[in-house]
């Protein structure tokens, strides 16, 4: 009989493609000044929560959590671009993370918690990863706004092939549409 093989999953919103060229075009100017490993266009995303290996048989109670989420849509106001010197990634943030955002993350975490899995004490950091090994000069950098219409969150399934790792979408739950 066949085990079947635990799989690296996350909880993340995703852009579309258009949205995913504006970062990625972000992500190359940063990319002059910082050099480092740019993120691949298709792989951008804003990850919410990280569930690292999961078994098969856990799949089940990870969707349960998402179901029970009954959150707004919203939009987030990416207009910062920077630098960690600790962990070497550069990336595209929001000064303020909308409170939807917060508490899309905070319900993951915490439903995720009661069912046995662990996460990093440190405050949540909305980011979109764009430089790995980077080494920028500055740590913040001047950059035009982009706007993220957040209208759904999604369970991604990361598998690492030679070029680097592969993100696949395994389900989408959308977000209630707002009044306006
Ligand atoms: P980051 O890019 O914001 O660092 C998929 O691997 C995503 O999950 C990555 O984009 C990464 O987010 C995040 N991730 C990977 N390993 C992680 C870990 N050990 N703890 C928390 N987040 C992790």
């Not at 915490?110 to 004490?121: R, W």
């Not at 950059?143 to 759904?152: F, G, H, K, L, N």
Request: charged share 25%; hydrophobic share 45%; proline share 6%.
């Amino acid at each position: 009989m066949s085990v079947p093989e635990p799989v690296r999953l996350f909880f993340a919103l995703w852009p579309e493609a258009e949205l995913q060229q504006a970062l990625y075009e972000a992500g190359n100017k940063l990319y002059q000044r910082c050099g480092g490993r740019r993120t691949r266009r298709e792989n951008i995303h804003l990850t919410l929560a990280f569930l690292g290996a999961v078994d098969a048989d856990q799949m089940q109670c990870i969707t349960d959590v998402a179901d029970q989420i009954a959150l707004t849509a919203f939009d987030i106001l990416f207009n910062r671009l920077g630098w960690w010197r600790r962990n070497q990634v550069a990336w595209a943030a929001a000064d303020e993370t909308p409170r939807p955002l917060i508490d899309l993350v905070k319900q993951l975490q915490l439903g995720l918690s009661a069912e046995g899995f662990k996460f990093d004490e440190r405050r949540f950091q909305a980011h979109v990863t764009l430089l790995r090994k980077a080494n920028c000069p500055q740590v913040l950098i001047d950059s035009p706004p982009i706007v993220w219409q957040a209208r759904d969150f999604v369970l991604v399934r990361s598998t690492l092939q030679e070029d680097g790792p592969h993100y696949a979408i395994v389900q989408r739950w959308p977000l209630q549409p707002t009044a306006d």
